[in-house]
């Protein structure tokens, strides 16, 4: 171990006997990534048999399957259309991991991409996956587990639970071929933050001077700069202990995120109101259409008249008015809103008026 390694170990020592850390203090490493330490999508194309009568007819499904045949030595004559319903087109994609090796291996999604009703019970043939640079990294292969299913009567009436169409492989690809990566190259390491904060990055560099003095810089409000050494196995140490050190991050900005679809609303810890009044009511309208029957007298010339008669009732529920005064947090607006017993809408409503009145201390977004 060499004398950079030694003062690290003598000071994350000295740091975890002196420090106390509050109960909101995050790891680094649970904050942000490593520049360059990514992972890289893999795309391939192939064939699922073994169907139990739920493949296609496609013409580019009947292409794919002659070539297979063909790579095996066996050719079929050109007016010859063979007639496959155990066979589906499919598209397989994968996430290679950092410094995943050759021999290693990763999960894989396969999506039929054709007119197959159902890949339950099909089994993936070798398949190259490829990276967005053409090269080959993994070839995939394995029978298929589907969580979906489908069920169609004679009637043309069918059942689809979940998604058949889409099946899971663990562990099904080989790593063929190590993408490289940048961690070695150059003499620094940075650190991005996934959510950007000057505050929180601008802590994040403290903390990592105050384990090794002078090492670390927050350029933006993303990205930290640190000082690394060179050789490969000091570097891994020296990340080992940075990446376990504790800070606090600083709060979120005030946000209240409404979802206009589900009727789900999420309202940040600092989102505060000024001085301000809200009264909450509701008029219910009934409209009732009764007809009257009207006949003429005996013996008297006429004809049976229908007479439309409309009823319309209107009640107006007794309103209820609350006033906060300013700097009103999140419990006492939440429990003012349940007292009153609005419902999702009416609560978008609120906050909307809210927000156009000034009073509201936070973003609102409405997604």
């Not at 054709?114 to 043939?125: D, E, F, K, V, Y």
């Not at 350029?219 to 606090?248: G, Q, W, Y």
């Amino acid at each position: 171990m060499n004398k950079f390694i030694k003062i690290c170990s003598v000071v994350l020592a000295s740091v975890s006997l002196l420090s106390t850390f509050s109960a909101h203090s995050q790891r680094i490493k649970d904050l942000a990534d490593i520049q360059g330490v990514r992972s890289n999508q893999l795309v391939g194309y192939g064939l699922v048999v073994g169907l139990p009568g739920t493949g296609e007819q496609t013409p580019f499904t009947e292409q794919s399957f002659k070539t297979m045949l063909s790579n095996f030595g066996i050719s079929m004559p050109a007016n010859l259309k063979p007639q496959i319903k155990n066979v589906a087109a499919v598209a397989v994609h994968a996430d290679l991991p950092a410094f995943a090796k050759p021999g290693q291996k990763v999960d894989i999604t396969v999506s039929s991409i054709g007119s197959s009703a159902s890949l339950r019970g099909g089994t993936l043939l070798q398949t190259i996956l490829v990276g967005i640079d053409g090269n080959a990294y993994a070839v995939a292969q394995g029978s298929l587990v589907v969580s979906g299913l489908g069920a169609e009567g004679l009637d043309g009436s069918s059942v689809v639970i979940n998604t058949p169409t889409v099946g899971r492989i663990s562990n099904g690809a080989t790593v063929e071929r190590e993408i490289k990566s940048a961690f070695m190259s150059g003499d620094h390491i940075t650190f991005n933050l996934r959510s950007s904060d000057f505050t929180t990055a601008k802590r994040m560099a403290d903390t990592i001077n105050d384990f090794i003095a002078g090492t670390a810089r927050a350029i933006d409000a993303t990205s930290v700069k640190v000082t690394a050494p060179r050789d490969a196995s000091d570097r891994v140490s020296f990340l080992s202990m940075i990446e376990n050190l504790e800070f606090e991050p600083d709060s979120p900005a005030a946000k209240i995120i409404v979802n206009s679809r589900t009727g789900t609303i999420v309202i940040g810890s600092e989102v505060k109101l000024l001085a301000a009044a809200i009264t909450h009511g509701g008029i219910t309208v009934t409209i009732n259409e009764q007809q009257e029957v009207t006949q003429p007298d005996a013996f008297a010339e006429g004809e049976t008249a229908v007479t439309e008669n409309s009823i319309i009732d209107v009640n107006q529920d007794d309103s209820r008015m609350f006033v906060f005064d300013p700097g009103v947090t999140l419990d006492t607006l939440v429990r003012a809103i349940n007292e009153i017993g609005a419902g999702p809408g009416d609560v978008m409503a609120i906050l909307e008026a809210l927000d156009q009145a000034g009073a509201l201390r936070g973003e609102l977004i409405i997604i």
